[in-house]
């Protein structure tokens, strides 16, 4: 990961080493899927308001670049998964409910993620849509052995974000600001990755990464970590505009004690890209010993880690077109 290809976001064309890579067979199954997808999440998505499309060109492109199989069925239950991810965070950032109402509706998904009876859980679109992602991953035969893993994955999103919202009233309020490590402890849950990564790992059917679970959850993690802090580089502008705070603000606080405007920027920018690479050598390292029989739960958590971040050093999921998401054309 190269600094000078981070620095400036080109909202053109997106260059991407890890699509680089890729064969002419593997670049075309690309291609044709990541259509495929777009499609059907676009047609999916018509019926529910809060699914904001312009996420699918980018996010079916992540997807199928990430996942080496032919599995159409795994591609849309992680598109959807991640839509819905993308429509709460879009909920808990309009500022438009309380930390309280935020607790509460919390505490709903948290009930429909863990199929507790109620009626009045799916009657709004956000409830809706969890519920059938629900339903939908559970016919996976890995999900009765990896249900505790994949439903504390969304319970940490949810509470995390209730969190996030708390520490943002006390910086508003207060000029208050969390840890780091308290911050990237919260975030990595926050950002998404591990519904992504587990909804993802389900959907491989490889029985064989339960012997390998610890390993896996450890790569998760330190997955999530590599996107979390390469979706604040991304989102620095946005923070700073919201009056709001994300890991890059945070570093660059600790930078002005020594250091004065830019200057201080600079350091928190490289402190935020040092550890990101730190992250993925951590993460491939810890692939080395994991042989699941596929291969494919290890491998696929290493792809997301680094197309991902390599994709938020340089796009958003708002700047992205159909066009520009079909590399290989």
Not at 76 to 94: H, K, P, Q, R
Not at 157 to 171: C, D, H, P, T, Y
Request: overall charge negative.
């Amino acid at each position: 990961m190269q600094e000078q290809k981070m620095t400036r976001p080109n909202r053109k064309a997106f260059s991407s080493i890890f699509l680089k890579t890729k064969s002419v067979t593997e670049a075309a199954r690309i291609n044709e899927q990541s259509k495929t997808l777009i499609n059907e999440l676009t047609h999916w998505s018509s019926q529910f308001p809060s699914i904001l499309q312009t996420r699918i060109p980018p996010l079916s492109l992540i997807l199928t670049a990430t996942y080496p199989a032919n599995n159409l069925d795994a591609l849309l239950l992680t598109g959807m998964t991640n839509l819905w991810i993308f429509a709460v965070d879009d909920l808990f950032d309009s500022a438009t409910l309380s930390t309280k109402s935020l607790s509460e509706l919390t505490e709903k998904f948290n009930l429909i993620i863990t199929e507790a009876p109620s009626p009045t859980l799916l009657n709004d679109e956000l409830g809706q849509i969890l519920g059938n992602i629900r339903k939908d991953v559970a016919k996976f035969s890995l999900f009765e052995h990896l249900e505790s893993n994949w439903c504390n994955a969304f319970k940490n999103m949810l509470n995390g974000m209730v969190k996030e919202a708390i520490w943002r009233e006390k910086f508003q309020l207060f000029n208050e600001l969390p840890d780091l490590d308290g911050y990237l402890e919260n975030g990595l849950n926050t950002v998404g990755g591990p519904p992504h990564i587990w909804t993802t790992l389900i959907t491989t059917n490889d029985f064989s990464l339960l012997k390998v679970q610890k390993a896996l959850d450890e790569m998760v993690l330190t997955a999530s970590a590599c996107i979390r802090l390469a979706n604040d580089w991304q989102s620095y502008g946005k923070e700073i505009k919201e009056g709001s705070f994300n890991s890059l603000t945070i570093w660059e606080n600790h930078q002005r004690c020594n250091l004065s405007g830019e200057f201080a920027l600079e350091e928190a920018k490289k402190c935020l890209i040092a550890q990101i690479e730190e992250e993925l050598e951590r993460l491939k390292r810890l692939k080395i010993d994991i042989n699941t029989e596929t291969g494919l739960p290890e491998t696929v958590i290493v792809n997301i880690a680094e197309f991902v971040s390599e994709f938020y050093m340089q796009h958003d999921f708002h700047t992205m077109t159909r066009k520009t998401c079909l590399p290989f054309e």
